[in-house]
């Protein structure tokens, strides 16, 4: 049984006096401590969109899980050549591999275990940053935007069949296909709070299949920024001693555990198709790691690498979830995003540019 699973089988006093028994110990992480602590203490207005029943909150609670997904998703990210060459010309995960690893699981971390008011906000504020990573393809003249459209399907929708086999994997193996079914359903949402309209994404194991199996020989391609970024995730730097060095060990076990969960066209254009010794071993130190990292002492001590945000959110739904049950996602965020200053054009450039694209491929 899960860490959430576990709490959400207790009485709300129960689980509120299991989840702050370890309290004390976020002491120890000075003014991050507390700020997480004052998170989780927060009082909230509703459930949010996912609420205690969802299966989204049982895969994102996971941070092993939640990690691999957010480290992993950004090479297959890079596999769109179109964002891999606006997002190489932006990213700071070069130099700062820690904090954009937290800012992600922030992310996802409020619109998943946040009440409503907060899963729209995190959606705006992430919206706007992203409406400042702009840039010119190299060759081609076109330009990039971070919120069209397309750029962003491509990164969720890819992302979302690792992130529910790394679940699978490491997480819960006894998922079955209907927990698969409702985790597709949930994730539009997320995806949505981030500026995606309704209506553009696959909502079904079976359509987003269909749509990653279209994207491989028509999109996808193995560029110069993909191969970076794999150059990275498999040999980071040892330096500077923190955090780099000290993440150094977990980054690499973290990502060749990953690569077995990826289609076998990624493996095979990015090259990581024939090392399996590097790949069952980096599984079996995961596993072994998973069966510990949702312990509460664990939970309690591991806020410097996950962020103090990401903590807070997940444990003030423990604490403060007023029961109301899943709020109906009735409104149609992603459109007001993209209508609104900075994202008009976002959904038209997208097109263009992955139309060239695969003309260029054929």
């Given at each position: ?273 024939n090392i399996p010794l590097r790949t069952k071993l980096s599984a079996v130190v995961i596993k072994q790691v998973a069966k510990v990292v949702n312990h509460p002492i664990v939970d309690h001590l591991i806020v410097p690498f996950v962020g103090y945000e990401m903590w807070g959110y997940a444990h003030n ?46």
């Amino acid at each position: 049984m899960s860490f959430v699973s576990e709490m959400l089988s207790k009485t709300p006093e129960e689980r509120r006096a299991a989840d702050r028994r370890f309290d004390f110990l976020l002491g120890l992480h000075g003014k991050n401590g507390k700020k997480a602590l004052a998170m989780a203490e927060a009082p909230r207005i509703d459930d949010g969109y996912f609420g205690p029943d969802s299966i989204s909150w049982k895969v994102y609670e996971n941070v092993l899980v939640a990690g691999m997904g957010a480290m992993s998703g950004l090479f297959l990210a890079m596999l769109d050549p179109v964002g891999a060459y606006g997002v190489g010309q932006h990213t700071v995960y070069y130099y700062d591999t820690l904090g954009r690893t937290r800012r992600s699981l922030l992310f996802f971390a409020g619109a998943v275990f946040g009440d409503s008011a907060t899963a729209d906000k995190v959606g705006r504020d992430l919206f706007r940053k992203h409406s400042h990573v702009n840039g010119e393809i190299p060759g081609s003249g076109e330009q990039f935007r971070a919120n069209h459209v397309e750029a962003l399907k491509f990164t969720y929708i890819a992302g979302w069949q690792l992130l529910w086999r790394a679940y699978k994997a490491y997480g819960d193996p006894n998922a079955t296909a209907e927990d698969e079914r409702q985790f597709y359903a949930e994730q539009h949402i997320v995806a949505e709070l981030l500026g995606i309209p309704t209506g553009e994404l696959p909502l079904t194991p079976e359509d987003v299949d269909a749509w990653v199996a279209n994207a491989e020989p028509n999109i996808m391609a193995f560029t110069r920024p993909a191969q970076e970024i794999l150059d990275f995730l498999t040999s980071p730097p040892w330096t500077p001693v923190w955090p780099l060095g000290a993440i150094n060990p977990f980054v690499r076990i973290l990502f060749w555990a990953s690569v077995p969960l990826m289609s076998p066209y990624v493996r095979e254009i990015g090259g990581l198709a024939n090392i399996p010794l590097r790949t069952k071993l980096s599984a079996v130190v995961i596993k072994q790691v998973a069966k510990v990292v949702n312990h509460p002492i664990v939970d309690h001590l591991i806020v410097p690498f996950v962020g103090y945000e990401m903590w807070g959110y997940a444990h003030n739904a423990l604490r403060h979830a007023p029961e109301t049950g899943r709020v109906p996602f009735t409104h149609n965020p992603g459109l007001t995003l993209q209508q609104g200053k900075g994202g008009t054009l976002q959904h038209t450039i997208g097109q263009q540019a992955h139309a060239g694209l695969q003309e260029a491929k054929r």
